[in-house]
């Protein structure tokens, strides 16, 4: 089997103006970006979904996974093939994925554009720079953080506490030596002395805002929310209080048009937006979904992580705020991933182990469990790997299907394309045309926020309880007191483990959730509760992917993937 | 009369591949960013210039000025308006441009792409993100800022002592907190703790270097070069020692393209590339105005600051390596600016004062003389204003003609487009075609830097002479003991006189030229004389532009410029 670039670079691309025609839209709602990608004319977007208003409801299918382990899942993998899937059986269908993120590319060998035959393409373009999405919310984030600097410098009113300052900067770069620095050293003309520091832009609340902002007016008024700081009397300073968030919006305004890629099937492809799904709520953009949605009959969108975090942000968070309603959920696992669950060590992955395949499932069946608590039917797909034991395979199947009530599908998209997923895609279409979804979400708006962890923590972790640190129980009553105790909650947990342990494999019981620290995201509209460490600017390794990352002799990147 | 932002938006624009057309670019040679800008095939461009040579030699004609005063000049206003005007006359032009840098946008009010009835568009592109370079060469840059903490991290060979790392960081923003920084702070897991700092990226060695580079090969070479850092044994650590090089040219691959739009009257513009004018070079790049040689008859190209600092530069430092040959120089100049080098306060400079003119001229007359040193035929452009006094108007003409022999013809472009600068072309022509330039550096490589820097000094500023202090002394041995004696010099100097005091206007005698510091850009292939402070990363005013911009009712940007 060829690798991933070979199969991407081999391939056909149709026009993108034809990839945008599939889906009704015209030329003159394009901004090409060369000939393969485009971005989409918001009030072109704005028209499509007024319209689609008096025709039968398209369906949302969300692709969710298992915890993930060192052995791979292929969420996106699977996201692709089963829309490419949905198209082989006659259904109109998009997918809509994250963008990928620059830093990571230079760091572990890696793109994030799917793999086998089951590709977004242009890879190498999608990988990079893009369409420059990042790149304008790095520069929106870091115009932000000057002027917060600026203000304090010119003693600008009102007033910054400069050791309360609550925004850091940002680089699309893997930049361990940033994390922690002090800015402003060098006498009076560089201002005031503080500590400071830079996340990887995927951490950025701008990000977390763009992928929740409807429209550009709906952007501009989440920007103007963003705490950047307190002042001396301890009150939240916005980045509306420096009049910065019009700038900001200026900067997004291309950004915010969705980007239109094609699969290795030319099924059209919106990829926008790349949230952390950690510290935000990791889905692609609100206006990339909703215009895929319009658009066509099905559109097959993925959460970050495993279904613990990935799905439960996405419902609770992204479909809650943008009032989505999905019609089915497909969780993804592979065997290899499931013997992992079941603690089986990287290297003995390829052993025939019945035990481990039955303890891992454990994992799976949490996941089916909890998915349903939202009302959302679920279809299991096991992307398929090749040299997968038939008879562990089998035990998958008999186990999701009589213990939980799931039907487990083995895909072959990776090496077969969509029409390897085509029972896959059947299966999702019974699904969402049962009538079966009901959605709803966990918790309403009312509760107050520690009860909003605690649901999450027992009802989809398998918590015994939470327990609030104190300095987090008072940082829970301060954002209460400001009036943002109906915001939904953002967990940043390790995604390894239902628990907070990521040691802990398939489905612990009798364990806490420790809350340690909780932070407001006004502008996204969600506060964060951090139950661990949570890393916003990874590290390079020792030999990071880029000192093998070339142009060859023909011009072709070399080393990328 | 309309704004400049009203004019632009006035404007209709032609089909980029209209302007393409023009100049011989076929569709298929274009990557388009939306349908008014595209990026050029660098394949397309070498067959372009190998095809060429066999054609007459089109002319390069370089637009400067005299020093820079608040009064303003219009460089690239005048640039613009000439390669109109030479359209108007029926000669095939286009101009070749530096594109903008984003920080600045957001600190004082103004953009850089002309102004009046002589500008580039879209402006508001051109502005903003426009193709994304700039942010490819952050990219490029922090990729191996990060790669050498990293490299320090690790303790990767060779060894770098980390108190004597040669790169700083650089982002697209005025952010004076970030001028000098320590990083790396927050114990084990983030490095060694050192002094840092962020320069803006139009700083950056790696923008000087896409300036200077001819092709795809070239700028991986270049880019390997760049010091990085000494090692305990004080020995430089170049990027290509940390294999850093190919990753770099791959995030710069697409962004070396250069980028065409067009002026207000359809003719072709490249705008590309945009270094610094005080540490590095400040014109546009080598790819675009070869491209532009190549693709028609006339290429008029500016380059930053006076005449002094941008056309000795562009000489000296460009066409030097990049093997060209100008035809002609245009040194810009308004009424109101020759009276402001003659002492007279910006609030009184609508008031008739002869004998001011008569003392701003001797600036005027210096670049004049200056120029023809390089071999180059000159004519004077007056920048006409509205209000602007004819009898003074007569004192410019008559003392240039009759003390400098040089034409000196108001040009009224702003208010009328090419055809009010339709007398300046038919000059530039008549001088271009007389086969009076013998264009030729100031130096040989030969010559040390110490000399390089001296003759810069005396022939050009006036200098009595320079004085070197015993750091810079040091410095200079060490570069030349490297190896890098033979590089041209580079000087950082306040673009306001002649001498190293901006206050001394006009055209100061009896001054010595102090070099605080010297600095190899070994990539970009120049060593860098610093004689005062220079600023490299600029800060924001009390009230940044950026409060009053934001999107008006209709979605346009308002408050940009």
């Known amino acids: 089997m060829p690798t991933d670039i070979e199969i991407a670079r081999a391939a056909k691309l149709e026009p993108i103006l034809k990839i945008a025609e599939k889906i009704g839209i015209p030329a003159d709602a394009l901004e090409p970006y060369g000939t393969k990608i485009a971005k989409v004319d918001l009030d072109f977007l704005a028209r499509a979904q007024e319209s689609a208003k008096s025709r039968p409801k398209s369906k949302l299918i969300l692709v969710t996974a298992i915890n993930p382990t060192a052995a791979g899942e292929g969420k996106t993998t699977t996201s692709v093939g089963l829309a490419d899937a949905l198209r082989v059986i006659g259904k ?31 890879m190498e373009a999608i990988n990079l720079h893009f369409t420059g999405d990042f790149h304008a919310i790095s520069a929106a984030h870091n115009l932000l953080a000057a002027m917060i600097d600026n203000h304090i410098y010119w003693g600008n009113a009102p007033a910054i ?24 050293l060098g006498g009076v003309a560089n201002g005031y002395p503080r500590e400071n520091g830079f996340d990887i832009t995927v951490a950025s609340e701008v990000m977390a805002i763009f992928c929740l902002a409807r429209n550009l007016q709906d952007l501009q008024e989440r920007l103007g ?44 492809a919106f990829i926008h937006g790349g949230p952390f799904a950690n510290i935000a709520h990791g889905c692609n953009s609100v206006i990339a979904t909703t215009a895929g949605l319009a658009l ?34 497909v969780i993804v696992a592979t065997l290899r991933a499931l013997k992992a669950q079941g603690g089986v060590a990287k290297a003995d992955l390829g052993k025939e182990n019945h035990a481990a395949v039955k303890a891992g499932l454990a994992n799976l069946g949490r996941h089916v469990s909890n998915v349903r608590k939202f009302g959302l039917p679920v279809v299991v797909a096991i992307n398929h790997f090749g040299g997968d034991n038939e008879s562990e395979l089998e035990i998958i199947a008999k186990t999701s299907r009589d213990e939980f009530g799931a039907e487990a599908i083995v895909c072959k998209h990776w090496a077969e394309g969509g029409k390897g997923a085509a029972k896959l895609a ?26 909003k962890m605690r649901k999450i923590a027992q009802e989809i972790y398998g918590a015994k309880d939470i327990s609030i640190e104190p300095a987090a129980k008072k940082q829970i009553a301060d954002i209460e007191a400001l009036g943002f105790g109906h ?11 239902f628990s907070t342990d990521p040691t802990k494999l398939g489905a612990p019981t009798d ?14 509209g969600f506060v964060v509760m951090i139950t661990g460490e949570i890393m916003t600017m ?22 990328l993937f």
Not at 169 to 178: E, G, H, K, T, Y
Not at 428 to 451: C, I, Q, R
Not at 489 to 494: G, L, P, Q
């Open 92 to 122: 109109k269908s998009v997918v809509a994925l994250r963008e990928p993120s620059l830093g990571p590319c230079f760091g572990m060998k890696g793109g994030a554009a799917g793999g086998g035959y089951a590709q977004v393409v242009p």
């Open 161 to 184: 506490d400069s050791r309360r300052v609550a925004l850091r900067r940002v680089v699309d770069m893997n930049d361990r030596a940033l994390r922690q620095i002090v800015v402003s």
């Open 225 to 268: 929310k963003i705490v950047i700081a307190y002042g001396p009397d301890k009150k939240p300073i916005t980045a509306e209080d420096l009049k910065a968030a019009g700038a900001m919006t200026v900067l997004l305004k291309d950004a915010l048009m969705p980007n239109l890629v094609q699969t290795l099937e030319g099924t059209p």
């Open 296 to 329: 066509s009959d099905y559109t097959v969108t993925e959460a970050g992580f495993g279904a613990d975090l990935g799905a439960e942000k996405f419902l609770d968070i992204k479909c809650r705020k943008a009032g989505l309603a999905p019609s089915a959920a």
């Open 426 to 451: 059947e299966k999702v279409v019974e699904l969402a045309e049962s009538g079966k979804a009901n959605f709803h979400v966990l918790y309403p708006d009312e509760l107050s926020l520690t009860e």
């Open 487 to 497: 915001l939904p909650v953002c967990v940043a947990k390790t995604q390894y483990s």
């Open 511 to 524: 364990f806490t959730v420790p809350v340690r620290e909780v932070r407001l995201s006004a502008g996204a």
């Open 538 to 559: 990874p590290g390079l390794p020792k030999v990071p992917a880029a000192v093998n990352i070339k142009l060859d002799d023909k011009g072709q990147i070399e080393g």
